[in-house]
């Protein structure tokens, strides 16, 4: 039952999330209607932060115990922070274009960094599916979700430390920068974002499981 629990959960945090964001939540002065795609955008990125983070703990977990399950979860987990990061950049993208007049900008050290992260994550498949299936495949990508961990808190404080108008602080030393009713939305979306990863990563690792249970099945009788 717990797929399921989890999959009505998501729903309704979902849909709370998006009736505080779009009818709760106040209309902010300076950008307007757009602002509103903060409170999809931050979730989004912290969420992938998650995800690779434990991917990272799966992998070390693997070079422990050596279980290929570890090795699959963190697999799994890797594969959905690749899918929240990609979302953090497309809807970043709009926002700033939108707010701002620009898709990207270069000269953002918070940007470019952010891409490193997804790039750096969009490799690991390119090396798991150029290697045959096995402990050395295992061995290589645990080491290298490990060695990406480290880009997490680099592409976060790089937020936090630019001073540049492009990406602006909402959580600084003194507390969020925002209403009340603000700060609840944003809460309630970030918990409908990693109700969606967990959803997800139960619903992508129990295919996983089931593909590879059958694929034995199938070597057995043949």
Known sequence: MKL?????????????????????????????????IF??????????????GWGAWKALRYLRTRDAR??????????QGVIFAALTLLTGSIWARISWGVWWSWSEDQLVLFLVLFLFYCAYFMLRFSVEPGPAR???CAVYALFGVVLIPVSFLAIRLSKRFIHPVVFN???????GSQFLTFCVCL????????????????????????????????
């Open 191 to 222: 918990a409908a974002m990693l109700a969606l990863f967990a959803t997800l990563y139960s619903i992508e690792l129990a295919g996983k499981r089931l593909d590879g249970a059958l694929r034995e099945l199938k070597e057995l009788l043949a």
């Open 39 to 52: 409170y999809f955008h931050v979730p989004l990125a912290l969420t992938s932060y998650v995800c690779f």
């Open 70 to 79: 570890a090795d699959l979860e963190s697999y799994v987990a890797i594969h």
């Open 173 to 179: 030393s003194h507390g969020p920068q925002m209403t």
């Open 4 to 36: 399921p629990v989890l999959a009505a959960a998501c729903t309704g945090l979902f849909g709370l999330a998006t009736a505080l964001a779009f009818f709760y939540a106040p209309t902010d002065a300076d950008q307007g209607l757009s602002q509103r």
């Open 138 to 140: 295992a061995n290589m």
